[in-house]
């Protein structure tokens, strides 16, 4: 299988605004789009990507100001987001697509979904964020005014002084004991990037713009709309997810269609943690034919 080429669009009218967006794409087939979460990029999904081309076209997106996409001028928020999600559907794939977006992305893909369904086919949901209000400590911390401007001073020094010692720290905090091979080039890569100050400038934003100090913002808790999906959704949990709760994903499985799949021993990664079940749940759920496939 060929590795994913690398590609760049230039999205002409968000909102106003051109937005420059990467992407990694590669296969044939029904059209799938990833989103990554809060600080990660295309590369999270480095275990399914050649997998999933096997069946299908793969684009796994950079998310503005994540990655190789640059900042862009107006700052996030999961209605932008929506907007240029909804434009790269429309402008680069040219179909309805299979929507998979883990935390961050997971929101931005239900939002996508609820308002603009004829572009989703079908939806997968990891770890997602949008569910209800409990968010880690350690996140509402980070939105605290004035913490964005010590933490952009801070952690690229940090991150050239002590990188190897927050990479192990970083390890603990999952659940499950995982191979080097599929964690390693995912923190690589995060460790490079935020050496810079415009990577955690980026980072700090987006992240305000969801959570607060009391947790998810309201206008994107999105639990009671969960009625509105007409499409199939599959929604993955971590048991031992610390950043958000399963209690979310039990009571979205109460509340609307959808099929919940928890996975033990696993925390708020499962495409890293439990990245073969992971996989393997991924493939099972599309080759039912909720992705186009006949």
């Known amino acids: 299988m060929p590795a994913p080429r690398r590609a760049n669009v230039s999205l002409p009218d968000v909102r106003g605004e051109s937005v420059d967006l990467s992407f990694l794409v590669s296969g044939e087939g029904p059209p799938l789009v990833l989103l990554h979460g809060l600080g990660a990029s295309s590369g999270v999904w480095h275990v399914q990507e050649p997998e999933l081309a096997r069946h299908h076209r793969v684009y796994a997106l950079d998310l503005p100001g994540s990655g190789h996409s640059p900042m862009p ?36 893909a239900l939002l996508c979904a609820l308002q603009r369904p004829a572009l989703v086919r079908s939806l997968v949901l990891v770890s997602t964020a949008g569910l209800g209000s409990e968010v880690s400590l350690f996140l509402r911390l980070l939105s605290l005014p004035g913490v964005d401007r010590l933490a ?36 690589d890569e995060a460790f490079e990037r935020y050496r810079r100050q415009e990577a955690v400038r980026a980072f700090m934003t987006a992240l305000r713009a969801g959570t607060e100090w009391r947790g998810q913002r309201r206008r994107y808790q999105l639990m009671d709309r969960l009625t509105e999906l007409a499409m199939p959704v599959l929604l993955v ?58």
């Open 73 to 108: 001028r107006t700052p996030p928020s999961g209605d932008w987001a929506v907007e240029v999600v909804a434009s790269f559907v429309d402008s680069v794939v040219g179909a309805p697509v299979t929507l998979i977006g883990h935390s961050m992305g997971g929101t931005i």
């Open 152 to 187: 952009e001073f801070l952690v690229p020094h940090l991150m050239r002084r002590c990188g190897e010692r927050w990479r192990r720290s970083i390890r603990r905090r999952f659940a499950r004991p995982t191979d080097e091979a599929i964690f390693g080039p995912v923190l």
């Open 237 to 294: 949990w971590g048991r031992d997810d610390r950043v958000l709760p399963l209690d979310h994903a039990v009571r979205a499985a109460e509340s609307g269609p959808l099929e919940l799949r928890v996975l033990s021993r696993c925390g708020h990664s499962p495409h890293l943690e439990a990245a073969a079940l992971f996989t393997g749940l991924l493939l099972e759920f599309l080759s039912r034919g909720h992705s186009g496939v006949i």
